[in-house]
């Protein structure tokens, strides 16, 4: 199995402008949990689905946030309108949750910089 | 909110000799990860103990666990330059699948 897989891998954008992260699950995992890294805030968990389903958002900052998992083996994290303080690099991880033992595989990260 | 802290933020030591990094959490958990992440990189699993065991061996690692101190170690013995990374402990509760984490600790290890 490739692992999880993240793109794009570097994404620069200006200010206002949509940002769409993208992320394919290992397969046969049932478990998708979208972070954020920056130095100030450490490792922030955004959204973490189970089987398709948000189960919690309380971590995604604001409504310019939005996550899908248009089926079982992809998400992808939009942001619209992108602004200079989302800039960070933001991973996505797969878990086969249910069946333990709940480790998390990361993927490779996006890193975002809003100009 | 992170609920696991490292201790210490960052450590540096000499090729060949032990690291250890603690670290603590707030509320009852179901089991304690650690994760490595090297710079520029994603993170790591690297050893997963539960909360009814009390010490966990994989290689040059080691993780106890103190439930009643709510802390944990992680051991790397006869350390190399290639374990030069962040590492990080997350805790996982029992009522849900999430990983709640601790801001890491960097080590370096000086060839």
């Known amino acids: 199995d490739a692992g999880v897989i993240q793109s794009p891998r570097h994404e620069v954008t200006e200010m206002g402008q949509e940002v769409t992260l993208r992320c394919k699950l290992i397969s046969g995992h049932n478990s998708l949990f979208w972070y954020r890294q920056t130095m100030m805030r450490g490792l922030e968990l955004l959204i973490y689905?189970?089987?398709?389903?948000?189960?919690?958002d309380s971590g995604m900052p604001e409504d310019r946030f939005s996550a899908k998992m248009p089926n079982a083996s992809f998400s992808t994290l939009k942001i619209q309108p992108s602004e200079p303080r989302d800039s960070a690099v933001y991973f996505c991880?797969?878990?086969?949750?249910?069946?333990?033992?709940?480790?998390?595989?990361f993927g490779p990260g996006t890193r975002l910089t809003v100009t | 909110s992170q609920q696991g802290e490292e201790d210490p933020q960052a450590l540096s030591i000499q090729e060949g000799e032990n690291a250890t990094m603690n670290c603590s959490y707030k509320?009852?958990?179901?089991?304690l990860q650690w994760y490595r992440q090297n710079s520029g990189r994603g993170l790591v699993h690297l050893i997963l103990i539960r909360s009814n065991e009390r010490e966990k061996h994989s290689g040059r690692l080691r993780v106890t666990l103190d439930t009643s101190k709510k802390s944990s170690s992680l051991l790397i013995t006869a350390s190399r330059a290639a374990d030069t990374a962040s590492y990080f402990c997350a805790t996982m509760m029992d009522s849900n699948y999430q990983l709640i984490w601790g801001a890491g600790t960097k080590l370096i290890i000086k060839p």
């Open positions: 509320t009852s958990i179901n089991n």
């Open positions: 689905f189970n089987n398709n389903v948000p189960i919690d």
């Open positions: 991880a797969s878990s086969l949750a249910g069946q333990g033992p709940y480790e998390q595989y």
